[in-house]
């Protein structure tokens, strides 16, 4: 069983920061590109950073400059520091892994519950 659990999530002002964790955890071989994506009432899921397992990047151009996505050193933790946040800001965020799994070997896909990110004006 593979799992992702999320944390950071919170009530900030604008142009405060906030930072957001992800955990995998389970029988795991290994984790291929995390990512961070959010969605907004009313609004569909969109991706807001991504990382590589060589930490290339890719961020939304929304927050670009502002959120920087970053992997702990046991490669199975993504953070993303969000800075000068704005009300837009405002949705739930989930994480994304791709994960390959042992015994059989096979690649899984798996998100976290989501974490909630409040930015009032």
């Known amino acids: 069983q593979v799992q992702l659990v999320e944390s950071g999530g919170g009530l900030v002002q604008a142009g405060w920061s906030l930072r957001l964790s992800c955990a995998a955890s389970g029988n795991i071989f290994s984790i291929n590109t995390m990512g961070w994506y959010r969605q907004a009432p009313g609004k569909q899921r969109e991706l807001v950073a991504v990382?590589?397992?060589?930490?290339?990047?890719n961020y939304a151009d929304s927050v670009k400059g502002r959120f920087a996505i970053s992997r702990g050193n046991a490669k199975n933790t993504v953070y993303l520091q969000m800075n000068s946040l704005k009300p837009e800001d405002t949705a739930v965020y989930y994480c994304?892994?791709?994960?390959?799994?042992?015994?059989?070997?096979?690649?899984?896909?798996?998100w976290g519950q989501g974490t909630l990110v409040t930015v009032s004006s």
């Open positions: 990382i590589t397992s060589d930490e290339n990047t």
């Open positions: 994304k892994a791709g994960i390959t799994v042992p015994n059989p070997y096979r690649y899984l896909e798996r």
